[in-house]
């Protein structure tokens, strides 16, 4: 009796089915938007007798092609970011920004730039006062990039009263262009820019990466507001024969300050990968992982599926520094490394945080304790269809067969029931895959319970802390 009066009374049972299957309704702000992007476009489309295009913003985190920002800094979105490109003419790429004011919006500012695409946006009050600057990354061509640093804080807003339709209603709302460089970008996708309290003086600042086609000159370069405009406030070397970016992340130092540091991962002429580690220390920008040599500390060389990573979750940055295992006879297990994990700190101090093995294949990994050092080796069982099987076995020296004293595996479908039959621990279960382990009978004593093996077991996050 309750159920049918709380469904009597939620009226489900009086609506038809198409109302049920109707999409839902567009707010009057979403339509009176719509109707202010469409206006800029049909006036741009008449004025340069061309068909205007949308803007795919390529990376970052900004990448709608319509984006709802609080740029006046009092908590409401109320400005919608939106991005054309008209073909053929000197700056082709127009930035609008509308502002919702009396239920109406209307164009509170435009930056326009030359290029073949946006890399990525962001948004930052740099100038300490009136609206956040808006950042552009500028894709001029295939592998040239330009940072642009653009103010609004300036711009004629009675110009927007005609929709910013018109040249001349637009050069009234163009905003200051405060900062054009070069910039690079990384393999994987990350921008060569960020926007970050670098020193912590309270005041936002742009770091620009840029490498050298030459490999002698790859620098970080930090910009900031000063007297009136944006200025380049300091400037650090990154590895010496520096051949291409592959990423870069922005994270924190090891000690008590929060440090912020940026991770930058590259590759040398002979292929090994560098990790520079850039930070602001008592008043000057430098690479705390560069050595007298003028290449940084930290290489990867024979393993470069890792990268640097938060791996004990304590919001800093590990570095990894893998090494090889030793092998048996002919086997293979020469193809297996352990991983030590360090943090630097604002001294440039390293410090020994863990040891992981890294299955990436699989995609977990396992804490090795500090016992088991030069006291272990890993082979593989692939003999199970279906099971991917990791052997640790107690090293005896080059003479003597290994012994095998755990195996972990992962199974592509649930089979937990197979794993509970066969003497295996269920370490973890996910949609497509089951983990397990079991430990080896009359085997070397490891030191591990089976508690202990599962607070270190862990899957491979394919996401970092502030990526």
Known sequence: MVLTMLLTLSGCLFRSLDDLYRPPEKSPGYEQLNGAIRSVRVGLEAEFGVQVEDVTIMAGDNTANIQLQDLDGDGERESAVTFFR???????????????????????????????????????????????????????????????????????????????????????????????????????????CRLLDMDRDTHTEILVTRTDSSGLSSQVELYGWQEGAVASLAVTDLSAGISALNRIRVNYLAGGYDQPALYVTSTLADGRRAIDVVAFVDGEMTNVALDSTGVSREILQGYTEVNPTDINRDVVAELPAPYALPSYGESTSSNFWLIDWAQYDERGRRNHVLTTYHNVSDGWYLEIPESWRDQITISRNDQVTGRREVVFSHWRGEEQEPVPFLSIYRMSSSRSSVAEEDGWMILREEENATYAARFHEDSWNSGLKEMDLL??????QRSWYNE
């Open 86 to 192: 008209v073909p053929g003419i000197e700056k082709p790429i127009k930035i609008y920004v509308f502002t919702l004011a009396e239920e109406a919006y209307t164009v509170t500012g435009v930056v326009e730039g030359e290029g073949s695409a946006i890399y990525a946006v962001d948004y930052a009050q740099i100038n300490g006062e009136g609206r956040k600057e808006i950042a552009v990354n500028w894709q001029i061509s295939a592998g040239a990039y330009q940072l642009g640093v653009y103010t609004l804080d300036d711009v004629d807003l009675s110009a927007g009263n005609d929709g910013g339709e018109g040249s001349k209603g637009r050069s009234g709302l163009i905003g200051e262009e405060l900062l054009l460089t070069r910039c690079s970008v990384a393999s994987d996708g990350s921008s060569g």
């Open 455 to 460: 607070e270190r077991f862990n899957t491979i």
